[in-house]
């Protein structure tokens, strides 16, 4: 079945605030479903693949600042999704890039990774280069690079398996962001290193399934649509006269 952006966006929210995310954050998570769905991305997938992950997370537990300095940030997401933790540590980059020209912020713990480059397009589009690195522990060994240009809202992606692994390699579960307000950083790898693609998504093309999916919607599950909406049904409203004859959140976007 195809919705559009705004329906789909709107009972996303929802359904992240049935989850019990606080209302921020289930805007942004939402947000960042929707943005990565429509630009190609696969948001909608991500998040058929995790919701069995997120249900069983404690969402009053927040995120924790390990350490900082004025140059880097470490935040420890205690083992949930970057759909719930990622705001923080990004904030937290973006005041100490503006403040110093640089900053590395290190996301310990964190689980759904990709769904974070939604997240990253926002302070890309607040005139600040960004670029997040993580290492996934399948088997090949892959590694993802993310790229934003100051000022853009799409990245260029790349995902890719190495041949020879690391002898000290263990388990990763983190992010590595770096932000500069004065200069584009993008991957440049060397022209020696041999590299089996498994992705290379460029800007262009993820402006292409925007323009898409605005014009024409987007295609949905019938079993996942029906998931967001039970899932939204479970917003608690406070008892009172109003509730009682039906006041609430609903399940359609027009309420």
């Not at 805007?27 to 929707?34: F, R």
């Not at 770096?178 to 041999?194: C, E, G, I, R």
Request: charged share 25%; proline share 3%.
């Amino acid at each position: 079945m195809k919705v559009s952006f705004n329906e789909l966006q709107g009972l996303s929210r929802k359904a992240f605030s049935g989850v019990g995310f606080d209302d921020g954050d289930a805007s942004d998570a939402a947000d960042m479903v929707v943005w990565m769905e429509a630009h190609g991305l696969n948001g909608i997938q991500s998040l058929k693949r995790s919701l069995a992950f997120i249900l069983e997370e404690d969402q009053s537990h927040s995120p924790e600042i390990i350490y900082q300095d004025a140059d880097l940030c470490v935040v420890d997401a205690h083992n949930r999704t970057a759909l719930n933790n990622a705001s923080l540590a990004i904030e937290l980059g973006y005041v100490k890039c503006r403040a110093r020209g640089l900053s590395v912020t290190k996301i310990r713990h964190c689980h759904n990774r990709m769904l974070i480059v939604g997240y990253l397009s926002r302070v890309a589009r607040r005139n600040m280069s960004v670029t997040a690195f993580w290492r996934d522990s399948h088997q090949p060994l892959t590694e993802i690079l993310v790229s934003f240009k100051a000022g853009e809202e799409a990245p260029e992606i790349c995902m890719y398996s190495l041949d020879d692994i690391p002898d000290d390699t263990e388990p990763n579960d983190g992010i590595t962001l770096v932000m500069v307000n004065h200069v584009n950083l993008m991957p440049d790898f060397k022209a020696d290193q041999t590299l089996n693609n498994l992705l290379h998504q460029d800007k262009h093309s993820m402006n292409n399934w925007q323009e898409h999916a605005l014009a024409e919607g987007i295609e949905v599950e019938p079993e996942m649509w029906d998931r967001l909406k039970e899932l939204a049904t479970r917003i608690l409203v406070e008892s009172s006269d109003d509730s009682r004859q039906g006041a609430g959140a609903g399940t359609s976007d027009n309420d």
